[in-house]
Every structure is written in C-alpha cells, then in structure tokens.
C-alpha cells in the first residue's frame, strides 16, 4: 500500500484531469447546451434584485400600482425562463453525471481483465473497489456538477459586479473592499482543511480494503486465530479517521464564522455608506436593497466556488494502471 498511499499526496494531477475530460468528448453537445443555460440562470438571478429594485423606487416609494401590471408580467415571465432553465440544467447534468460514471467504471473494468498478476498480487481488492465505487461517483458529481456550479458562479458573479457598478460604483467598490480579505482567508484554511480530508480519504481507502480482506479472508483469520489482531487494526484505522475527520469540522467551524463576519462586514459597509447616500439624496432606496442583496450573494458564491476549487484540488481518484 506504500506506493497507493503516495498518490494522496499528490496536490493536482494535470494530466489526470485531462484523461478525465476526455470522457466529456462524448457529452460535448450536453455540455456546451449545459453552459449555455447555466450563463442564462446566473443572469437571469442577478436580475432579480434590479427587477426588486424598480419596484421599490417606483411602486413602493411612490405608493401607486400605476404601470404595475406590466412589471408582474416581465417577473412573471422571468421566472418561468428560470424554471424551465433549472429543470433543464438538472435533466443535463444528471445525464452528463451518470453517463461518465458508466462510461470510467466499463472502461477501467476493461482494463482489469487486461492487466497482470503482479497488478493484483500488490493493490488489495477493497483498494480498487473504492476507487471504482465512491471515487468515480466523486468524479462524476465533479465535472457534470462542478461544470453547473462554475459556470453558474461565474456568469452570476459576473453579472453582479456589472450591475453594482452601473447602479454606483463608489458604493460597489466599498461593498466589495472585503474581497481581497476573504480570498486570503479562504487560502489559508482551504489549504489545512483540504490536508485533512485526504487523509480522511486516505484512511478511508484502507477501511474498504480491511472490510473486503477481513470478509474475503475470514475463514483464513479463524485458522491462524488473528482475529483479536484484526480488530486492533481495524480500530486503529477508525481512530485515524475519526480523529481527521473531527480536525477537517472544527477547521470548518472557524472558517465558516468567519467568512460570515467577513460577509456581514461586506454587507454592513454598504448600509453604512449607502444609507447615508439615501438620506442625502444620493441614491435611492431600492438601489440601497439591491446592493444588500448582491453583497450577501456575492460572498455566499465566493464561499460555494471555494468547495468547487477544493474537489479540483482533490488526490489522484483512480491508479494510473486503469488509464486508458
């Protein structure tokens, strides 16, 4: 197991990833439609609180539903745009996802009946069948639904800064002057956390391969009476992995407060210095809550895009010996 362990300490496999993507060749025409109509749901979200701003400055404030039917029918038509674009995006990824989990687990079963002995007599059963089960379910969740959370963070990221800026851009530069402070947080626990989880990852291999060869080798265990010794390893293993595990949540629980302190401060900048442009006449109040809810949008992705940056930054997932 020396040498598979080594592969947990590899930080980015390039040249994993591409062979991973080439299995996306066979779903290019899903993807590119994919792409496509994530940019229209993060548009088309990055509207919402525009839309909610003319209602505010116009509606609300003048307190007349003048015109108001009209601005019901654009909402209207818009969410409808964006219920047909989430039950699209939902019916491409999940094909997208369970076709490349079909596609890596045929093709690496091929090349098992094709490799040699020595292959089998080093790499223990419950070893591959991790590999094979739960890592290539993790690679298909990556790249379909890794494609939906990038492109759909992006494109809404994107947007939000635009329409900031076009609404004010003093107050935008304010409300995004945590930004920089955020990354450099979200670098230095990301990378703790992350040493973590491959151990946890790891540990976990082992655990399928002791489950497999304690079942596969139990009448063998009985014979030479080791089963006390079994045990002791097995607990050793679960231990090892409790106790990383219990490491990775409390790391979490400090990055996690955190980041929402960095977030509220983001937030708590723009009612600041906005509320005071409001009572001087600078800008309106549906331009105030609009850059409110695109302050807690904007860090929220921040913080979803870092779990997406996370999985890409992931150990090798399958042995180089099932590349095809």
């Not at 404030?61 to 909402?75: A, D, I, P, R």
């Not at 990556?142 to 003093?170: P, Q, R």
């Not at 980041?259 to 906005?274: E, K, R």
Request: charged share 15%; hydrophobic share 50%.
């Amino acid at each position: 197991m020396e040498i598979r362990e080594q592969e947990f300490k590899k930080r980015f496999d390039l040249h994993l990833w591409k062979r991973l993507f080439d299995f996306l060749k066979k779903y290019r025409n899903s993807v590119i439609l994919l792409v496509f109509v994530m940019i229209g749901v993060g548009v088309i979200d990055a509207t919402f609180p525009i839309l909610n701003r003319y209602a505010i400055d116009n509606y609300v404030k003048n307190n007349s539903l003048e015109g108001f039917w009209k601005f019901m029918l654009v909402y209207l038509a818009l969410i409808i745009v964006q219920v047909f674009n989430v039950w699209w995006l939902i019916a491409l990824a999940g094909k997208i996802n369970m076709g490349l989990c079909y596609d890596i687990r045929k093709n690496a079963f091929i090349k098992l009946q094709k490799l040699s002995f020595s292959f089998f007599d080093k790499t223990p059963v419950g070893w591959i069948m991790a590999r094979l089960t739960s890592d290539v379910a993790r690679i298909g969740d990556t790249l379909a639904w890794g494609i939906v959370d990038f492109i759909w963070g992006i494109s809404i990221m994107t947007s939000i800064v635009i329409y900031m800026f076009i609404l004010n851009v003093k107050l935008a530069l304010i409300t995004l002057s945590v930004v920089p402070f955020l990354a450099l947080l979200s670098i230095y626990f990301q990378k703790k956390i992350l040493f973590e989880y491959r151990r946890v990852r790891r540990i976990n291999s082992q655990i399928t391969g002791a489950f497999n060869e304690g079942i596969m080798g139990a009448k063998t265990s009985k014979i030479l009476n080791i089963e006390d010794k079994n045990i002791q390893e097995f607990e050793g293993l679960t231990k090892s992995m409790f106790s990383s595990s219990v490491r990775a949540a409390v790391l979490s629980s400090i990055y996690m407060p955190l980041v929402m302190t960095l977030g509220s401060i983001g937030t708590a900048l723009a009612l600041n210095f906005g509320g005071r442009s409001v009572i001087l006449g600078g800008i309106s109040f549906g331009t105030l809550t609009a850059f409110i809810s695109y302050s807690i949008q904007f860090l929220t992705l921040l913080e979803n895009l870092q779990g997406l940056w996370q999985n890409l930054f992931l150990p090798r997932l399958l042995p180089k010996e099932l590349y095809l």
